[in-house]
Protein backbone atom coordinates (compact mmCIF):
# COMPACT_ATOMS: atom_id res chain seq x y z
CA UNK A 1 0.00 0.00 0.00
CA UNK A 2 0.76 4.05 -0.36
CA UNK A 3 0.78 4.57 3.28
CA UNK A 4 0.54 1.08 5.45
CA UNK A 5 -1.75 -0.90 7.66
CA UNK A 6 -4.69 -0.61 9.90
CA UNK A 7 -6.59 -3.04 11.29
CA UNK A 8 -9.18 -4.26 12.35
CA UNK A 9 -10.08 -4.14 8.40
CA UNK A 10 -14.08 -4.34 9.97
CA UNK A 11 -15.56 -4.03 13.48
CA UNK A 12 -18.90 -4.43 14.70
CA UNK A 13 -19.95 -3.54 18.07
CA UNK A 14 -23.03 -2.28 20.22
CA UNK A 15 -24.16 0.99 20.82
CA UNK A 16 -22.40 2.33 23.74
CA UNK A 17 -19.34 0.09 23.38
CA UNK A 18 -16.18 1.64 23.13
CA UNK A 19 -14.25 1.27 19.25
CA UNK A 20 -10.88 1.04 19.12
CA UNK A 21 -8.71 1.32 15.77
CA UNK A 22 -5.26 0.89 15.22
CA UNK A 23 -2.71 2.38 12.12
CA UNK A 24 1.05 1.66 11.18
CA UNK A 25 3.23 3.69 8.60
CA UNK A 26 6.38 3.52 7.27
CA UNK A 27 8.06 7.37 7.01
CA UNK A 28 8.59 9.71 9.07
CA UNK A 29 5.58 11.61 9.75
CA UNK A 30 5.01 15.68 10.75
CA UNK A 31 1.59 14.68 11.51
CA UNK A 32 -0.78 11.72 11.24
CA UNK A 33 -4.55 12.67 10.42
CA UNK A 34 -7.97 10.54 11.10
CA UNK A 35 -10.74 11.01 8.63
CA UNK A 36 -13.89 9.58 8.35
CA UNK A 37 -15.93 8.48 5.06
CA UNK A 38 -20.42 7.52 4.98
CA UNK A 39 -20.80 5.29 2.17
CA UNK A 40 -20.52 6.70 -0.99
CA UNK A 41 -19.09 10.31 0.23
CA UNK A 42 -16.17 12.15 0.84
CA UNK A 43 -13.85 12.31 3.79
CA UNK A 44 -14.48 14.72 6.52
CA UNK A 45 -11.38 15.55 8.97
CA UNK A 46 -11.88 14.40 12.48
CA UNK A 47 -8.64 15.10 14.47
CA UNK A 48 -4.96 15.78 13.74
CA UNK A 49 -1.74 14.86 15.97
CA UNK A 50 1.77 16.11 15.69
CA UNK A 51 4.69 14.12 15.99
CA UNK A 52 5.93 15.70 19.34
CA UNK A 53 2.41 14.66 20.92
CA UNK A 54 1.08 11.35 22.01
CA UNK A 55 -2.72 11.89 22.76
CA UNK A 56 -5.00 14.10 21.82
CA UNK A 57 -8.91 13.97 22.49
CA UNK A 58 -11.78 15.74 20.61
CA UNK A 59 -15.39 15.06 22.06
CA UNK A 60 -15.75 11.18 21.92
CA UNK A 61 -12.46 10.44 20.26
CA UNK A 62 -8.96 9.77 21.69
CA UNK A 63 -5.98 9.61 19.51
CA UNK A 64 -2.73 8.51 20.80
CA UNK A 65 0.75 8.39 18.68
CA UNK A 66 3.62 6.45 18.92
CA UNK A 67 5.92 7.29 16.83
CA UNK A 68 9.21 4.64 17.67
CA UNK A 69 6.36 2.16 16.78
CA UNK A 70 5.17 3.83 13.99
CA UNK A 71 1.75 3.73 14.62
CA UNK A 72 -1.68 5.67 15.89
CA UNK A 73 -4.67 4.37 17.65
CA UNK A 74 -8.48 6.09 17.13
CA UNK A 75 -10.53 5.64 19.92
CA UNK A 76 -14.89 6.20 19.67
CA UNK A 77 -16.11 6.45 23.35
CA UNK A 78 -19.54 5.30 24.11
CA UNK A 79 -20.79 5.05 19.79
CA UNK A 80 -23.89 5.62 18.61
CA UNK A 81 -25.27 3.98 15.42
CA UNK A 82 -24.37 7.38 13.79
CA UNK A 83 -20.82 6.65 14.11
CA UNK A 84 -20.89 3.62 11.76
CA UNK A 85 -18.99 4.76 8.87
CA UNK A 86 -15.13 4.15 7.45
CA UNK A 87 -12.17 5.63 9.09
CA UNK A 88 -8.55 6.09 7.48
CA UNK A 89 -5.73 7.28 9.00
CA UNK A 90 -3.84 9.16 6.87
CA UNK A 91 0.01 11.05 7.15
CA UNK A 92 1.24 13.60 5.45
CA UNK A 93 4.32 13.11 3.15
CA UNK A 94 5.86 15.84 1.17
CA UNK A 95 2.47 18.00 1.67
CA UNK A 96 0.73 14.64 0.30
CA UNK A 97 -1.44 13.28 2.40
CA UNK A 98 -1.52 9.57 1.81
CA UNK A 99 -4.13 7.14 3.38
CA UNK A 100 -3.76 3.64 5.21
CA UNK A 101 -6.61 1.24 4.47
CA UNK A 102 -9.08 1.90 6.62
CA UNK A 103 -11.64 -0.06 9.50
CA UNK A 104 -15.31 -0.04 8.22
CA UNK A 105 -16.68 0.30 11.58
CA UNK A 106 -20.43 -1.01 11.94
CA UNK A 107 -22.39 0.52 15.21
CA UNK A 108 -25.21 -1.98 15.91
CA UNK A 109 -28.39 0.05 17.63
CA UNK B 1 -15.52 25.20 7.60
CA UNK B 2 -14.30 25.26 4.23
CA UNK B 3 -16.38 23.45 1.50
CA UNK B 4 -14.99 21.92 -1.65
CA UNK B 5 -17.90 21.34 -4.49
CA UNK B 6 -17.41 18.10 -6.45
CA UNK B 7 -19.68 17.44 -9.71
CA UNK B 8 -21.21 15.90 -11.00
CA UNK B 9 -22.11 12.98 -8.18
CA UNK B 10 -22.14 10.41 -10.53
CA UNK B 11 -21.33 9.90 -14.33
CA UNK B 12 -22.16 7.13 -16.79
CA UNK B 13 -21.06 7.11 -20.30
CA UNK B 14 -20.11 4.96 -23.07
CA UNK B 15 -16.08 3.11 -23.40
CA UNK B 16 -14.21 5.89 -25.57
CA UNK B 17 -16.03 8.99 -24.14
CA UNK B 18 -14.28 11.65 -21.74
CA UNK B 19 -15.98 12.54 -18.93
CA UNK B 20 -14.93 16.03 -17.06
CA UNK B 21 -15.32 16.12 -13.35
CA UNK B 22 -15.28 19.77 -11.92
CA UNK B 23 -13.85 20.33 -7.90
CA UNK B 24 -14.32 23.83 -6.49
CA UNK B 25 -13.18 25.77 -3.40
CA UNK B 26 -16.39 27.64 -2.42
CA UNK B 27 -15.22 29.85 0.09
CA UNK B 28 -11.38 29.44 0.19
CA UNK B 29 -8.85 29.59 -2.11
CA UNK B 30 -7.05 26.94 -2.98
CA UNK B 31 -3.43 27.33 -4.78
CA UNK B 32 -3.33 23.13 -4.72
CA UNK B 33 -5.63 20.37 -5.16
CA UNK B 34 -5.55 16.67 -4.77
CA UNK B 35 -6.92 13.85 -6.95
CA UNK B 36 -7.77 10.63 -5.15
CA UNK B 37 -9.59 7.16 -6.88
CA UNK B 38 -11.01 4.72 -4.44
CA UNK B 39 -12.16 1.16 -5.64
CA UNK B 40 -15.66 -0.35 -3.18
CA UNK B 41 -14.11 -1.07 0.12
CA UNK B 42 -10.85 0.10 -0.65
CA UNK B 43 -8.34 2.96 0.17
CA UNK B 44 -7.97 6.13 -1.39
CA UNK B 45 -4.88 6.23 -3.81
CA UNK B 46 -3.78 9.64 -4.67
CA UNK B 47 -3.39 10.37 -8.48
CA UNK B 48 -2.22 13.43 -8.32
CA UNK B 49 -1.66 17.37 -7.25
CA UNK B 50 -3.29 20.28 -8.99
CA UNK B 51 -1.26 23.43 -9.01
CA UNK B 52 -2.61 26.80 -9.85
CA UNK B 53 -1.21 27.67 -13.01
CA UNK B 54 1.04 25.08 -13.65
CA UNK B 55 1.59 21.27 -14.69
CA UNK B 56 0.06 19.04 -12.24
CA UNK B 57 2.42 16.41 -10.81
CA UNK B 58 1.16 12.81 -11.40
CA UNK B 59 1.79 9.62 -9.01
CA UNK B 60 3.91 6.45 -10.02
CA UNK B 61 1.78 4.46 -12.44
CA UNK B 62 -1.03 7.14 -13.11
CA UNK B 63 -1.27 7.85 -17.20
CA UNK B 64 -0.80 12.01 -17.45
CA UNK B 65 -2.56 11.51 -20.73
CA UNK B 66 -5.36 9.74 -19.62
CA UNK B 67 -6.45 11.85 -16.81
CA UNK B 68 -5.86 15.25 -17.68
CA UNK B 69 -5.75 17.69 -14.68
CA UNK B 70 -6.45 21.43 -15.00
CA UNK B 71 -5.98 24.47 -12.43
CA UNK B 72 -6.94 27.69 -14.46
CA UNK B 73 -8.38 29.38 -11.08
CA UNK B 74 -7.79 29.51 -7.69
CA UNK B 75 -11.18 27.82 -6.52
CA UNK B 76 -11.41 25.15 -9.73
CA UNK B 77 -9.48 22.21 -10.62
CA UNK B 78 -11.08 20.19 -13.20
CA UNK B 79 -10.10 16.31 -13.91
CA UNK B 80 -10.77 14.78 -17.41
CA UNK B 81 -11.19 11.14 -17.47
CA UNK B 82 -10.15 11.07 -21.86
CA UNK B 83 -11.46 8.07 -23.87
CA UNK B 84 -12.45 6.39 -20.75
CA UNK B 85 -13.22 2.39 -20.30
CA UNK B 86 -14.91 -0.08 -17.94
CA UNK B 87 -11.56 -0.47 -16.24
CA UNK B 88 -12.02 3.40 -15.49
CA UNK B 89 -15.11 3.08 -13.58
CA UNK B 90 -14.35 3.90 -9.77
CA UNK B 91 -15.00 6.50 -6.76
CA UNK B 92 -12.91 9.98 -8.23
CA UNK B 93 -12.53 12.30 -4.90
CA UNK B 94 -11.10 15.91 -4.67
CA UNK B 95 -9.51 17.89 -2.03
CA UNK B 96 -7.72 20.97 -0.52
CA UNK B 97 -6.25 22.60 1.63
CA UNK B 98 -7.60 26.07 3.15
CA UNK B 99 -3.91 27.32 2.95
CA UNK B 100 -4.97 30.68 4.70
CA UNK B 101 -6.48 29.18 7.93
CA UNK B 102 -3.20 29.54 9.41
CA UNK B 103 -1.61 27.29 12.11
CA UNK B 104 -4.04 24.50 10.80
CA UNK B 105 -4.43 24.37 7.57
CA UNK B 106 -2.77 21.06 7.34
CA UNK B 107 -6.02 18.81 6.99
CA UNK B 108 -7.98 18.68 4.15
CA UNK B 109 -11.55 18.94 2.75
CA UNK B 110 -12.94 16.63 0.40
CA UNK B 111 -15.51 16.93 -2.28
CA UNK B 112 -18.22 14.61 -2.16
CA UNK B 113 -16.68 12.25 -4.95
CA UNK B 114 -17.93 11.45 -8.18
CA UNK B 115 -18.96 7.81 -9.00
CA UNK B 116 -17.75 7.13 -12.35
CA UNK B 117 -19.30 4.49 -14.00
CA UNK B 118 -18.35 3.60 -17.89
CA UNK B 119 -20.28 0.94 -19.78
Known amino acids: SQQGEEDPQALSIQEGENATMNCSYK?????LQWYRQNSGRGLVHLILIRSNEREKHSGRLRVTLDTSKKSSSLLITASRAADTASYFC?????????FGQGTELSVKP | GAVVSQHPSWVICKSGTSVKIECRSL??????MFWYRQFPKQSLMLMATSNEGSKATYEQGVEKDKFLINHASLTLSTLTVTSAHPEDSSFYIC???????????????FGSGTQLSVL
Open chain 2, 95 to 109: SARDQDSGYNNEKLF
Open chain 1, 27 to 31: TSINN
Open chain 1, 90 to 98: ATDQGGKLI
Open chain 2, 27 to 32: DFQATT
